[in-house]
């Protein structure tokens, strides 16, 4: 069981806007900044949105980030068939004091 | 350009010990917190353990390896460690070293290793 909860699965067709959740605690998303990392099949990690918002060098306009409260989206327009990867939220936790990830949302292009 | 690899994975019994390295280049390694995440077949990502830059003493560690993995730095040597001692089979994972964006909130990981394989088995 994750702190965080995303759903694990969120599907579109190409050129389709998907929304995935992540939803946590005052502890987590409510007291800190949301991170996001996109997996594609048999490669490590990268990351995709951080400090809510913001998009490293190289990660196209077409991810973006929100957060209100407890609960952060990311948002991928304009699906492609590159998109299909697993995507997870993550936050520090202060009661915890670590790192905390959701579960991961498998997106899949149809 | 930055690159993390990592080694020192492979078979261990339950009860055993191992420890990886993460080498670091292209960028000023003391400078940077680093964590260790790890990745159990075919599930999500685990945060397992952080420790702070030359400037500070600070580490942390995930409830489920504190008192049996130890991190550690040589920032002469450019390189990370994880000491696994007390392995059991749920420790079976990728471990991935990776970078911290410095200055900002939430402990982003900007560049990865491509892990490597932890396998604890009878």
């Known amino acids: 069981q994750s702190v965080l909860t995303q759903p694990p699965s969120a599907s579109g067709t190409p050129g389709q806007r998907v929304t995935i959740s992540c939803s946590g605690s005052?502890?987590?998303?409510?007291?800190?900044?949301v991170n996001w990392y996109q997996q594609l099949p048999g490669t490590a990690p990268k990351l995709l949105i951080y400090?809510?918002?913001q998009r490293p060098s190289g990660v196209p306009d077409r991810f973006s980030g929100s957060k209100s409260g407890t609960s952060a989206s990311l948002a991928i327009s304009g699906l492609q068939y590159e998109d299909e990867a697993d995507y997870y939220c993550?936050?520090?936790?202060?009661?915890?004091?670590?790192?905390?990830f959701g579960g991961g949302t498998e997106v899949t292009v149809l | 350009q930055v690159q993390l690899v990592e080694s020192g994975g492979g078979l261990v019994k339950p009860g055993g010990s191992l420890r990886l390295s993460c080498a670091a280049s292209?960028?000023?390694?003391?400078?940077?917190?680093m964590s260790w995440i790890r990745q159990a077949p075919g599930k999500g990502l685990e945060w397992v353990s952080h420790?702070?830059?030359?400037?500070?003493?600070?580490?942390y560690y995930a409830d489920s390896v504190k008192g049996r993995f130890t991190i550690s730095r040589d920032n002469a040597k450019n390189s990370l460690y994880l000491q696994l001692n007390s392995l059991r089979a749920a420790d079976t994972a990728v471990y991935y070293c990776?970078?911290?964006?410095?200055?900002?909130?939430?402990?982003?990981?900007?560049?990865w290793g491509r892990g490597t394989l932890v396998t604890v088995s009878s």
């Open positions: 990776a970078r911290e964006i410095p200055y900002s909130s939430g402990v982003p990981l900007d560049s």
């Open positions: 292209g960028f000023s390694f003391s400078d940077y917190y």
């Open positions: 420790i702070a830059n030359s400037r500070s003493s600070t580490i």
């Open positions: 005052s502890s987590n998303i409510g007291s800190n900044a």
């Open positions: 400090t809510n918002t």
């Open positions: 993550a936050a520090w936790d202060d009661s915890l004091h670590g790192l905390v």
